[in-house]
């Protein structure tokens, strides 16, 4: 994975730097089109998404199309070297399509239709709003397709939600069939026995709702998977009516933290991976959490196509959606766009580039304020980054090379939160697997974020947080991987059911249970006010000692092969094991039977990752709340410094010969980073391991 991927667009092979641009709310005004562009150059802005929701003013009626105005704005973007992501506008639709075919808005759990309104508000299984979707797609491509500005498709904008109507639940049904074939098959991964719910006809079955089904946890979980794979659909019906016209030209749609629909199936249909950004900076006294949380989530989007990605959106101040929306103070917009770069964005781009007059955004962040002009804060802060990513442009294309790969699946998490027990006030899913995460960002330790479906062989060291839906086949994958000499770290709540959301028998982890070499009999839950420890034994191979504090879940387990490292302190399992290690073939695999916080999995990780020959970035420690992430392309490596504490910093280099790739400057023995502050260092790559 060690060379230069190709650039994302060869039309414009630099780190790309813009915003979601809505020239159609301002048609009445020329004289803003005008400034725009000068405002743009101005704020090296190099790239545009252009029609993100501009159908209406693309088909004011039906069969009515009206292109000349975005004629004109990529004619004036060619002319001033300004490139466009050209979306398709299904993100929202025109009234007269609502109006004139009302089965394409939404139906919602409560079987209730909604009426026009918002976005987002569509049915994707409608014939109709595929028919009308592939007309105005199929337009825009025949027209601009191979427009010299042009650099991508911009599909649709963050899908999501989903649809009740008479028309899903029919493809749902038919996607059952072809799932389970027969009605037997599918009451037993269902374990419809339990109060009487076998199914006896397939028209019986209804999506979850509720006033209906929320109980059935195989359907819950089938429901997510043909939402998912309903709006992939769509999303590939998208992309068949642009992609004829110039199939080389790459397409995009633009992701974001959504839960309820697995992204990573969307990956396969697309030639580059964006998403949309938003970290909540400056919440708490330092930026730590959210940094490591923002370095967790770029990762896991990397990581879908393992190659450079798009950071489609973010803003360039404030948002107008969160709780408190607190600006970007001075240095943040530097930092936390260089640190999408530091992951692997190949852009920085924007919501949005001007700031809309009314309506619901009018107060959301942009690049141009209502003040109308260049003299604020905020566009000095991005034409400053645009001067940026401009000397920085040598890193564009890089690859991350990641030996390390935490697991993190949508299904596991849609079925680790549905169950009910053992601990109904929060497992906390997704913060456990960050704070592992951040265990590896702490020492500046590369980090690939995979499903259970993806290769495992590329990685030394695998991590798979509380895996409770794990198949039987996941747990093949891991032992082979074991075997053949990784290691693997697995937490509590493992290897509990399997795909249909079914326990799986004869004791847990069930498919995980040889490779750890442990029985897990029980767990214990914890209020939030009571604490367990794990005491680490004498001579134990990491080399830990102390006591850690444990919450929140305590599992008993025995050992069938595996060594004890550590021991429960408390209640009527105190010494017990509670952290334990087994040997299979080559490899090793630990478990970790309850939660421990930061405090032990940092000096955890950096015994286990130096065990496994994991490479740090930089071979050096680093301060609390710094990181450093790598980008090579083979010849030259790319070091990222980071301070995202509340204090001043400084970073020790490791003896190899470094230079800023800003300034050019030679670099001595130490960094000085300051709160908020980021270098980029250049160095020779280290010669390709065999
Ligand atoms: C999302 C959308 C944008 C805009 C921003 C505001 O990411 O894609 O259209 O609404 O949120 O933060
Ligand atoms: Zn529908």
Same mark, same amino acid.
């Given at each position: 994975?060690?060379?230069?991927?190709?650039?994302?667009?060869?039309?414009?092979?630099?780190?790309?730097? +813009?915003?979601?641009?809505?020239?159609?709310?301002?048609?009445?005004?020329?004289?803003?089109?005008?400034?725009?562009?000068?405002?743009?150059?101005?704020?090296?802005?190099?790239?545009?998404?252009?029609?993100?929701?501009?159908?209406?003013?693309?088909?004011?009626?039906?069969?009515?199309?009206?292109?000349?105005?975005?004629?004109?704005?990529?004619?004036?973007?060619?002319?001033?070297?300004?490139?466009?992501?050209?979306?398709?506008?299904?993100?929202?639709?025109?009234?007269?399509?609502? +109006?004139?075919?009302?089965?394409?808005?939404?139906?919602?759990?409560?079987?209730?239709?909604?009426?026009?309104?918002?976005?987002?508000?569509?049915?994707? /299984?409608?014939?109709?709003?595929?028919?009308?979707?592939?007309?105005?797609?199929?337009?825009?491509?025949?027209?601009?397709?191979?427009?010299?500005?042009?650099? +991508?498709?911009?599909?649709?904008?963050?899908?999501?939600?989903?649809?009740?109507?008479?028309?899903?639940?029919?493809?749902?049904?038919?996607?059952?069939?072809?799932?389970?074939?027969?009605?037997?098959?599918?009451?037993?991964?269902?374990?419809?026995?339990?109060?009487?719910?076998?199914?006896?006809?397939?028209?019986?079955?209804?999506?979850?709702?509720?006033?209906?089904?929320?109980?059935?946890?195989?359907?819950?979980?089938?429901?997510?998977?043909?939402?998912?794979?309903?709006?992939?659909?769509?999303?590939?019906?998208?992309?068949?009516?642009?992609?004829?016209?110039?199939?080389?030209?790459?397409?995009?749609?633009?992701?974001?933290?959504?839960?309820?629909?697995?992204?990573?199936?969307?990956?396969?249909?697309?030639?580059?991976?964006?998403?949309?950004?938003?970290?909540?900076?400056?919440?708490?006294?330092?930026?730590?959490?959210?940094?490591?949380?923002?370095?967790?989530?770029?990762?896991?989007?990397?990581?879908?196509?393992?190659?450079?990605?798009?950071?489609?959106?973010?803003?360039?101040?404030?948002?107008?959606?969160?709780?408190?929306?607190?600006?970007?103070?001075?240095?943040?917009?530097?930092?936390?766009?260089?640190?999408?770069?530091?992951?692997?964005?190949?852009?920085?781009?924007?919501?949005?580039?001007?700031?809309?007059?009314?309506?619901?955004?009018?107060?959301?962040?942009?690049?141009?304020?209502?003040?109308?002009?260049?003299?604020?804060?905020?566009?000095?802060?991005?034409?400053?980054?645009?001067? /940026?990513?401009?000397?920085?442009?040598?890193?564009?294309?890089?690859?991350?090379?990641?030996?390390?790969?935490?697991?993190?699946?949508?299904?596991?998490?849609?079925?680790?939160?549905?169950?009910?027990?053992?601990?109904?006030?929060?497992?906390?899913?997704?913060?456990?697997?960050?704070?592992?995460?951040?265990?590896?960002?702490?020492?500046?330790?590369?980090?690939?974020?995979?499903?259970?479906?993806?290769?495992?062989?590329?990685?030394?060291?695998?991590?798979?947080?509380?895996?409770?839906?794990?198949?039987?086949? /996941?747990?093949?994958?891991?032992?082979?991987?074991?075997?053949?000499?990784?290691?693997?770290?697995?937490?509590?709540?493992?290897?509990?059911?399997?795909?249909?959301?079914?326990?799986?028998?004869?004791?847990?982890?069930?498919?995980?249970?040889?490779?750890?070499?442990?029985?897990?009999?029980?767990?214990?839950?914890?209020?939030?006010?009571?604490?367990?420890?794990?005491?680490?034994?004498? +001579?134990?191979?990491?080399?830990?000692?102390?006591?850690?504090?444990?919450?929140?879940?305590?599992?008993?387990?025995?050992?069938?092969?595996?060594?004890?490292?550590?021991?429960? /302190?408390?209640?009527?399992?105190?010494?017990?094991?509670?952290?334990?290690?087994?040997?299979?073939?080559?490899?090793?695999?630990?478990?970790?039977?309850?939660?421990?916080?930061?405090?032990?999995?940092?000096?955890?990780?950096?015994?286990?990752?130096?065990?496994?020959?994991?490479?740090?970035?930089?071979?050096?420690?680093?301060?609390?709340?710094?990181?450093?992430?790598?980008?090579?392309?083979?010849?030259?490596?790319?070091?990222?410094?980071?301070?995202?504490?509340?204090?001043?910093?400084?970073?020790?280099?490791?003896?190899?010969?470094?230079?800023?790739?800003?300034?050019?400057?030679?670099?001595?023995?130490?960094?000085?980073?300051?709160?908020?502050?980021?270098?980029?260092?250049?160095?020779?790559?280290?010669?390709?391991?065999?």
């Amino acid at each position: 994975m060690r060379n230069l991927a190709a650039p994302i667009s060869p039309k414009l092979p630099v780190l790309m730097h +813009g915003a979601d641009y809505n020239p159609d709310q301002w048609l009445h005004d020329p004289a803003i089109l005008a400034e725009d562009i000068r405002l743009m150059k101005l704020a090296g802005c190099n790239v545009m998404a252009i029609g993100i929701f501009s159908w209406a003013a693309l088909e004011p009626s039906e069969g009515q199309f009206q292109f000349e105005w975005l004629d004109q704005v990529l004619e004036s973007f060619r002319q001033n070297g300004i490139y466009a992501w050209l979306a398709t506008p299904s993100g929202a639709r025109p009234a007269w399509l609502a +109006g004139r075919y009302p089965e394409v808005l939404r139906v919602g759990p409560n079987r209730v239709r909604n009426l026009y309104a918002g976005r987002h508000n569509h049915c994707f /299984t409608s014939p109709v709003y595929r028919e009308k979707t592939a007309i105005i797609n199929r337009k825009l491509a025949e027209r601009y397709g191979s427009h010299p500005a042009v650099v +991508g498709w911009h599909i649709s904008n963050e899908y999501g939600g989903e649809c009740h109507c008479e028309l899903c639940q029919e493809a749902f049904r038919s996607w059952l069939k072809r799932q389970y074939g027969t009605l037997d098959a599918l009451n037993l991964a269902w374990w419809s026995t339990f109060w009487a719910h076998t199914y006896t006809d397939w028209q019986q079955i209804e999506s979850p709702a509720p006033h209906g089904e929320r109980n059935l946890h195989g359907m819950n979980l089938d429901w997510r998977r043909f939402v998912t794979e309903q709006t992939v659909a769509f999303c590939k019906h998208e992309i068949d009516a642009v992609k004829w016209a110039n199939p080389g030209l790459p397409v995009t749609t633009n992701m974001y933290t959504l839960e309820t629909l697995d992204y990573r199936k969307f990956a396969p249909i697309l030639d580059v991976i964006s998403w949309d950004a938003y970290p909540d900076w400056h919440i708490a006294q330092d930026n730590v959490k959210v940094a490591s949380t923002f370095a967790f989530l770029h990762d896991m989007f990397r990581s879908m196509l393992h190659k450079p990605f798009v950071l489609m959106e973010s803003t360039p101040s404030m948002t107008n959606w969160q709780a408190v929306c607190k600006l970007k103070k001075p240095g943040m917009h530097r930092l936390s766009s260089l640190q999408a770069v530091a992951h692997g964005a190949d852009s920085v781009q924007y919501f949005q580039w001007r700031k809309s007059r009314g309506s619901t955004e009018k107060f959301h962040g942009a690049v141009v304020d209502h003040a109308g002009h260049e003299h604020t804060r905020v566009f000095r802060d991005v034409a400053e980054l645009g001067g /940026t990513l401009a000397s920085l442009s040598e890193v564009t294309g890089s690859a991350t090379h990641a030996e390390t790969a935490i697991l993190f699946d949508w299904e596991n998490r849609w079925a680790v939160k549905d169950a009910k027990g053992p601990r109904n006030a929060g497992l906390h899913y997704e913060e456990t697997v960050q704070d592992h995460h951040r265990a590896f960002w702490q020492q500046g330790i590369p980090v690939d974020v995979i499903g259970s479906e993806d290769n495992f062989a590329p990685y030394k060291l695998i991590v798979a947080p509380m895996l409770y839906l794990c198949r039987e086949e /996941t747990g093949r994958k891991l032992e082979a991987f074991v075997e053949r000499g990784g290691t693997l770290v697995v937490t509590y709540w493992s290897g509990i059911v399997d795909e249909h959301d079914l326990c799986h028998l004869g004791g847990f982890p069930g498919p995980l249970r040889k490779t750890l070499g442990i029985w897990a009999e029980e767990i214990d839950a914890l209020h939030d006010y009571d604490l367990n420890g794990v005491f680490l034994l004498d +001579g134990n191979p990491l080399g830990l000692s102390g006591r850690y504090e444990s919450r929140q879940l305590c599992e008993l387990i025995h050992l069938e092969g595996a060594q004890a490292l550590g021991q429960y /302190t408390d209640d009527f399992y105190a010494e017990r094991p509670a952290l334990t290690v087994n040997s299979l073939g080559q490899g090793k695999a630990y478990y970790i039977a309850t939660r421990l916080g930061d405090d032990f999995l940092l000096p955890f990780y950096r015994a286990v990752a130096a065990q496994a020959g994991v490479a740090r970035v930089l071979d050096s420690e680093l301060p609390a709340g710094v990181t450093a992430q790598l980008r090579t392309d083979g010849s030259s490596d790319f070091i990222f410094l980071m301070n995202f504490s509340d204090k001043a910093a400084e970073v020790v280099l490791d003896g190899r010969s470094y230079i800023d790739l800003e300034t050019n400057e030679t670099l001595e023995t130490v960094i000085p980073l300051p709160v908020d502050g980021i270098r980029v260092l250049k160095r020779d790559a280290a010669p390709l391991r065999s």
